[in-house]
Each structure stands twice: as C-alpha cells, then as structure tokens.
C-alpha cells in the first residue's frame, strides 16, 4: 500500500512541475509568458517569478507585455521582495505611461518604500523620499481614486518623522543631567511646538519643557535663579493653561512647590 502511495505522491508532483519545466525549457516566448501569468492567477507568485525573471530582457516594451509586467511587479510586492517591487513598478509606469494602471503603479512603489521605512527611531530617509513621493503623486493625479490612500499614507510617514523630532528634542531633556544643557531642551522642544502646531504631542512637549525650565533653574547660580525660577513658572502655566488635567500634574505641581519655596527667598 505504501508503495502505491508513494507512486501516487511522486506522479503528483511530476505532473505539477511538468508545466514549469516545460516553459522554462521553452523557447516560446509567449508560450512562457502565458504559463507565468496562469501561475500568477493560481497564486503560485514564486514560480510566476521564475518565469517572470527569464522574459523582463526579451518582452521589455512589448505592448502585449504591460499585464505580465504589473504581475511581475505585483508578485514581487505580494511576497513581500520590497526591494525589487519598488523598481519593478516604477519600470512598469515608465514603460507604459498611458496603462490604466500607472497610477496603481506609481502608488505601489511608494507602498514598497512604506514597507522598507525603518522604526522612527532610525535614519528616517527612506521616510522623507516616500513623502516626497506622495506629494509628486497627489500633485500629479489630483483626482485619482488612490488619493484618499495617498493622503492616509502620508499622514502615517508625516507622524513618523514627527515622532523622531519629538524624541529627538526629549533626549536633550533626559541626558540633561550629565550634560546640564537644558537651555538647548527648551529651544528644541520650542522648535517642534512652532514646526508641528498641532501635534499630538504637545502636551509632553510643554511638560518636557517645563521639566528642563525647572532643572536649569533649581542647578543654576544665585544671579541667574530668580529669572529663570519665574521662567519655569510660567511654562508650568502654559501647561496647565493647555490641559488642566494633565497627565503630568502630579509632577508639576510638585515643580511648581519647589519653583515657589524657593523664590520666596528672593522675597525677604
């Protein structure tokens, strides 16, 4: 029985690999390019890869060859090779500027750099190509069914950037303590206020801002600490002004106690 079974197994998987065999073999180079699109239809997207790979020199600008070369590129993107489906669309669009689906085209290439931006925490300049690529997009096709998406996209890479400046400003805040530079924690945090007025960040920012007012003035010398203790006062207020219940009250109305005991010295 088992011999049977492993004759059954083996005439299967001839006759599965028969046709991929068979058009790689060949010489036909439509015959080849049908085979990979039925492949493609199956959603076999590597072996219409394979094929794919062996007719992008002899097909390139054929007419006849603008849906073969979207699959090409849509199957690089399916499994995921964001490296080459980025490239592979933005040939088709180029190749084929009056396809209907140029625009599917040039919006999936920049889909590919989605995929290959890194966490904001990294260099970000894949991040600001693609949104460079999104603005050429939108400003090009105004009316194009994939704007709404164009826009979506824009605003996930637009937070991303956002978030990196925030963290960016915020570390002068947390390595203040070795460096003492919280003058420059304060500009950075005004700087991503005034660049992004309305960030979703801006609660933590003024509260950063507030915290960096308060550890340059409790660490500053006697001539300069009333100017600058009346100064973090006044950010605790733009905090409070901002939200009320802010998240951060607890910790800067403690500030705040300290910020007073001490200019109460300034008062006698």
Request: net charge positive.
């Amino acid at each position: 029985m088992r011999k049977y079974i492993g004759l059954s197994l083996l005439v299967a998987t001839v006759a599965s690999c028969g046709p991929m065999q068979k058009a790689m073999k060949s010489e036909d180079l439509d015959y080849k390019k049908e085979v990979a699109n039925q492949f493609f239809e199956q959603k076999k997207y590597k072996r219409a890869l394979r094929l794919y790979e062996t007719l992008e020199s002899p097909l390139r600008m054929r007419p006849d060859a603008e849906d073969m070369f979207f699959n090409f590129a849509e199957a690089s993107y399916i499994t995921k090779d964001y490296l080459l489906s980025g490239p592979r669309f933005r040939l088709f669009a180029s190749s084929y500027p009056k396809s209907p689906r140029r625009e599917e085209a040039l919006l999936k290439e920049i889909k590919s750099g989605v995929e290959l931006s890194p966490v904001y925490s990294l260099d970000q300049t894949i991040t600001n190509e693609t949104i460079d690529k999104l603005q050429k997009f939108i400003d090009q096709y105004p009316n194009s069914e994939f704007v709404p998406e164009a826009n979506k996209i824009m605003a996930e890479m637009n937070q991303k950037i956002e978030k990196k400046t925030f963290e960016n400003a915020k570390q002068l805040n947390t390595i203040g303590g070795w460096t003492r530079n919280y003058n420059s924690a304060i500009i950075a945090m005004d700087n991503f206020i005034y660049d992004y007025p309305g960030t979703i960040y801006k609660e933590d920012a003024l509260y950063y801002k507030l915290d960096s007012a308060y550890k340059l003035a409790m660490n500053s010398v006697y001539s300069k600490m009333e100017e600058r203790l009346k100064n973090a006062k006044g950010m605790y207020e733009t905090l409070i002004r901002f939200n009320e219940k802010t998240k951060y009250k607890e910790a800067a109305d403690t500030m705040l106690a300290d910020i007073n005991k001490e200019l109460e010295k300034f008062s006698k």
